[in-house]
């Protein structure tokens, strides 16, 4: 069974960082795309960005210049930077990875963002 495991998030100030992670049981090498989502209860699972295994990067306008997505194919690893959280951040995020065959979740990590 393949599984990708978030973690690394929290509390965090408004305006603080967290880097979240997302560990992965298969090689990243057969992973054509890794993508962070973030989803409040009730709501849409919405894109904050992905990034291809050559490198290029998509990131949703709202995290710009903010967040930074990256991974590590040798750790089978994927990273999210976020800097300057907002408080309306404050969600559960969640990882995801694409091969020619499968799309997978990780179960998510919680980020709570407040004085």
């Known amino acids: 069974q393949v599984q990708l495991v978030e973690s690394g998030g929290g509390l965090v100030q408004p305006g603080g960082s967290l880097r979240l992670s997302c560990a992965a049981s298969?090689?990243?090498?057969?992973?054509?795309?890794m993508g962070w989502y973030r989803q409040a209860p009730g709501q849409q699972r919405d894109l904050i960005a992905r990034?291809?295994?050559?490198?290029?990067?998509i990131y949703a306008d709202s995290v710009k210049g903010r967040f930074t997505i990256d991974r590590d194919n040798v750790k089978n690893t994927g990273y999210l930077q976020m800097n300057n959280l907002k408080p309306e951040e404050t969600t559960a995020y969640y990882c995801?990875?694409?091969?020619?065959?499968?799309?997978?979740w990780g179960q998510g990590t919680q980020v709570t963002v407040s004085s």
């Open positions: 995801n990875a694409y091969t020619t065959n499968e799309r997978y």
């Open positions: 990034i291809t295994r050559g490198g290029s990067t």
């Open positions: 298969l090689t990243l090498f057969s992973v054509d795309s």
